[in-house]
């Protein structure tokens, strides 16, 4: 105990804070057919399915198992959570009186369903019950993080009544998802695990979470390259994907995921693939700084590369993402511009204007690092 006035004790060296989160896995081939025993056991009475436009045949299957539960569908999601969209689906939410939410889809599914249930005040002001059914390895499901964008400003927070209660994870659900979106949505899982490692809320418990998801998103996308509908590299992705989000959830977000926010809002360029041409940039600048927590997850990359940063870009490269912010469509100008909008944020290395503009230049150029 301090005294008033007197500074806070010095941290012991190896001291750290970890908090778990509460909530459920289900995981395997076939799991699909668990979600209604699920929402069951959650003691949830009306179900909303929300859907992917590709999740439309999985909906239907739950619809069906859901049975007297089933009390309304909202069948196609719009990216980034525009709050008319989710306007409209809290009305719907309203109107069939439902105390609980099944989203089958990507982070954009499960984003309208945390949209809802943040301003639910059902369950006893706890908000609806989510049972989350990715179909992409963006990892939202894992997170309390909530998001939705207005007048093209996107607005985050973090709120343990969006936390979905209960995840069922099916392989077979992703395992038609197309080459193009399964390696931007890789990248996109892979950030999630190579930015837990220094942000100001890393710990170890997050850190093996972390190199535990690089390990299995890795190994899992050169699997699924080879071969695309193999249903135990789908497993391994979606495991990985697991781990990913839940890294996020307990690390929270750095200098890259602040970069790739202020891109995706201010440019509308696209999420995932944002991730893919930016990480390496921002690795090049802070592995370094995270000497042992870099040779960790260079040895789960497991790439020819010996260092993180290049080992990234060339399997970002291999797997067809964009590796350059030009080739999604961002100016010059809009570099310079961006480097002098954003805002310094606690990070391992000092991040000044000047170094933010080598990142995006560097990013936009796609130079391998
Ligand atoms: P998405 O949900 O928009 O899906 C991308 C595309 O893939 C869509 O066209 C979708 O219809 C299609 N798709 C999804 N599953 C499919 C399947 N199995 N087969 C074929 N097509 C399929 O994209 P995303 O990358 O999953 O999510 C991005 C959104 O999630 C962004 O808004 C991002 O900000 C948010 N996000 C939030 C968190 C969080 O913690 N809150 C974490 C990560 C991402």
């Known amino acids: ?5 007197e500074p806070p004790p010095a941290p012991l060296p190896g ?3 970890h908090t778990f989160l509460p909530g459920r896995v289900v995981f395997g081939a076939g799991a699909l057919d668990q979600v209604a025993s699920e929402v069951e056991a959650l003691g949830v009475r009306r179900v909303l399915v929300i859907a992917t436009s590709s999740a439309r045949d999985a909906a239907d299957v739950v619809e069906v198992q859901l049975n007297e539960r089933f009390a309304g569908r909202i069948d196609g999601v719009a990216q980034h959570v525009p709050t008319a969209v989710a306007d409209s689906a809290r009305a719907k939410a309203h109107e069939v009186d439902a105390d609980g939410i099944v989203a089958i889809g990507g982070g954009s599914a499960i984003g309208l369903a945390k949209a809802i249930a943040l301003t639910s005040t059902s369950h006893g002001g706890e908000g609806l019950g989510v049972v989350a059914v990715p179909t992409t390895y963006a990892g939202s499901e894992m997170t309390p993080v909530w998001g939705e964008t207005y007048g093209g400003r996107k607005t985050t927070g973090t ?3 969006v936390l979905p209660r209960v995840v069922v994870y099916d392989p077979v659900l992703s395992q038609h998802l197309p080459m193009k979106v399964t390696a931007a949505s890789v990248a996109n899982a892979i950030a999630h695990c190579v930015e837990a490692v220094w942000t100001p809320r890393a710990d170890p418990i997050t850190e093996t979470t972390a190199v535990e998801g690089l390990r299995a ?3 899992g996308l050169r699997e699924v390259l080879a071969a695309p509908y193999d249903l135990d590299a789908r497993g391994k992705l979606l ?3 697991c781990l990913a989000g839940s890294a996020l959830a307990t690390a929270g977000t750095g200098l890259h995921h602040k970069l790739c926010h202020l891109l995706g809002g201010t440019y509308n360029l696209p999420h995932a693939e944002t991730h893919a041409a930016v990480l390496p940039q921002v690795v090049r600048i802070n592995a370094l700084a995270v000497p042992q927590a870099a040779a960790r997850l260079t040895t789960a990359l497991d790439t020819p590369s010996t260092d993180l940063t290049g080992g990234l870009f060339d399997l970002f490269q291999q797997a067809g993402t964009a590796t350059s912010l030009q080739q999604l469509g961002m100016t010059a100008a809009q570099v310079d511009e961006a480097a002098a909008a954003f805002r310094p944020t606690e990070n391992p290395v000092p991040v000044t204007e000047e170094l933010v503009r080598e990142i995006l230049t560097r990013a936009w150029d796609g130079a391998r690092p």
Do not use: K
């Not at 105990?1 to 006035?5: E, V």
């Open 159 to 161: 709120d343990l009544r």
């Open 239 to 241: 495991y990985g994907a």
């Open 1 to 5: 105990m301090t005294g008033p006035g």
């Open 15 to 17: 001291a750290f804070v």
């Open 217 to 219: 998103l890795s190994s």
